[in-house]
């Protein structure tokens, strides 16, 4: 991914009252073949591009969320236009710790050029529907993985600053603690 290519994309919402930019590249782009993902999205698997919260500037219109469960219990917030109630982003709960607000998976088809946005890996593979086409050019994880397989180097380092260093295992090469769970 070449990030000065992939910051300062724009998307938004369906009907076009909510505009958000993304001030930098993703720390890295999901495609979920979750149950979970499919069911909520109507699709074979959803695409989140993963950023720090305050990386993503809301520019206009009027947010609504809403909590939904995940398979980890710890559940997800999904933000949507008030009006059109397009989903535009989710934090998941289990991957912030208890921290926060600190990582939005941004729906990539909700970016106004998503084609810049491919998946870096598909995840959760194992759910993945039978007629679904095969993924192809990233890496396939039949559930999650370790970050460091996947994620470039200064993606690790931009989300090691997110979160308290006292935060156990989160300076660990495997970063156990935010990888035991589906998000």
């Not at 979920?32 to 720090?52: D, F, I, M, S, Y």
């Not at 939005?104 to 810049?116: K, N, P, S």
Request: include cysteine; charge should be neutral; hydrophobic fraction near 35%.
């Amino acid at each position: 991914m070449n990030a000065a290519e992939n910051s300062g994309l724009t998307g938004g919402c369906a009907c076009g009252a909510v505009r958000f930019r993304l001030e930098a590249a993703p720390l890295v782009v999901h495609a979920c073949h979750c149950k979970n993902c499919q069911r909520q999205t109507g699709a074979w698997h959803a695409v989140n591009a993963l950023l720090e919260s305050h990386l993503v500037t809301l520019l206009r219109g009027e947010l609504v969320h809403q909590h939904l469960s995940t398979p980890s219990g710890a559940g997800q917030s999904v933000t949507r236009c008030a009006l059109c109630q397009t989903a535009v982003w989710s934090n998941y709960h289990s991957f912030s710790r208890g921290h926060g607000d600190i990582v939005r998976f941004v729906r990539v088809g909700t970016l106004d050029e998503a084609w810049r946005l491919p998946p870096d890996v598909h995840i959760y593979t194992a759910d993945r529907n039978s007629s679904a086409p095969e993924p192809v050019a990233a890496p396939r994880y039949e559930a999650f993985y370790d970050l460091p397989e996947v994620w470039t180097q200064e993606s690790l380092r931009r989300i090691s600053m997110l979160y308290p260093p006292t935060l156990p295992g989160l300076h660990a090469a495997t970063h156990a603690n935010l990888t035991e769970h589906h998000p």
